[in-house]
């Protein structure tokens, strides 16, 4: 059973009359191809064979982004104007467990205390360092004629939190309706212009070098193309807010840094909608593999990191045992995520 979010914001499904109700949209259209979705293809084909047309997930992976999920909606309400009890109420309601709760493997040092502490030194750190407003509109300025379905973050005052809100659009992509979906993390307005925020948690430390990853993002380009098209702002560029989330992140004698922000990198329009332009090709390429009904393997520097590195490196024969033991079949059902 869900439980009830903590009062600061409420969630609004809102759907268009085209398809009046979630049973209805999902019906008619394709609505989970995101920035997520299409970075597994992108990664690797193999990769998307596993994580979109099997579902797989590593069993331990779970943890992990259930933490990243606690994290990101504490965050949210910090940036909603909520209090410090308000958010930590809301993390440990997105987190679901205990205080005694422990796992094992590589993420074993994820709990609730943990990540209680990790955002208390979160809220030192933005409290001396943010330099911004989160960007908050009115539900009578969004123009919500190409959007098909959302789930609305929705203040007190009925002001639309832009961040962690959910929505399901159209753009047209040479000609076609391409439905492509995003949950961007934070717009906010920065020295007279508007950009997006974008958390990042991880296990490893924060440098440039991880950051540079995000430079040429259709993940945050695609979110920045998104808020503009609802709500007609221009969107310059994306930030990346890091939190490290490894081991050592709240020992006190920790040297590095325990959170880093990265950006702006400043994004054209063109490129805004060339990110989109990307994802609309990634899914035709989904297509492809699946009518050749073969993915190949990139086998590239990324397999280091890859989820699914335990599975390629198995004779394909003996793979579908271990798909069995060591990954979990998810439903990637958009509004759910
Ligand atoms: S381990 Fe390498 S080849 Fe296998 S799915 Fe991952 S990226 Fe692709």
């Not at 579902?55 to 999920?69: D, S, V």
């Not at 098909?148 to 973050?153: D, F, Q, T």
């Not at 020992?251 to 590095?256: I, V």
């Not at 590195?309 to 033991?325: E, N």
Request: hydrophobic share 35%; aromatic share 14%; glycine share 8%.
């Amino acid at each position: 059973m869900t439980k009830p979010m903590a009062s600061m914001v409420k969630e609004i499904e809102y759907f268009s009359s085209r398809y009046p109700t979630r049973e209805a949209l999902e019906a008619a259209r394709e609505i989970n191809w995101d920035a997520t979705t299409a970075g597994q293809l992108a990664r690797c084909p193999r990769n998307g064979q596993y994580a979109i047309r099997y579902g797989l997930r590593p069993k331990e992976e779970a943890i992990y982004l259930n933490a990243g999920n606690a994290l990101h909606a504490a965050l949210n309400y910090y940036y909603s104007g909520a209090d410090g009890d308000l958010c930590l109420e809301e993390l440990r309601r997105i987190w679901g467990k205990g205080y005694d709760y422990r796992s094992n493997g590589k993420y074993g040092h994820l709990h609730l205390g943990f990540l209680e502490v990790v955002f208390k030194n979160y809220m030192d750190y933005a409290r001396k360092r943010d330099t911004f407003k989160p960007l908050i509109v009115k539900m009578e300025d969004l123009d919500l004629t190409r959007v098909l379905g959302a789930v609305w973050r929705v203040a007190e005052d009925g002001s639309v939190i832009l961040g962690e809100s959910k929505v399901i659009m159209e753009f047209t992509v040479n000609g076609e309706d391409f439905v492509y979906s995003g949950k961007p993390d934070l717009p906010i307005e920065m020295g007279g212009a508007v950009y997006l925020m974008d958390h990042k948690s991880t296990n490893g430390y924060l440098s440039g070098w991880y950051f540079d990853q995000y430079r040429f993002s259709n993940q945050l380009r695609g979110y920045c193309a998104i808020v503009s098209s609802i709500t007609h702002l221009r969107l310059n560029g994306a930030l990346i807010n890091g939190l490290y989330i490894g081991e050592r992140a709240i020992l006190t004698e920790f040297k590095g840094d325990r959170f880093g922000r990265y950006g702006p990198m400043l994004f054209d329009p063109s490129q805004l909608s060339e990110a989109i332009k990307n994802q609309y090709y990634w899914r035709k390429a989904l297509d492809y593999f699946e009518q050749t009904g073969y993915y190949p393997q990139h086998t590239g520097r990324d397999c280091v990191s890859c989820p699914f590195a335990t599975l390629c490196a198995l004779p394909p024969s003996i793979r579908d045992l271990t798909i069995r033991t060591d990954y979990d079949a998810v439903d990637r059902s958009f509004l759910d995520l």
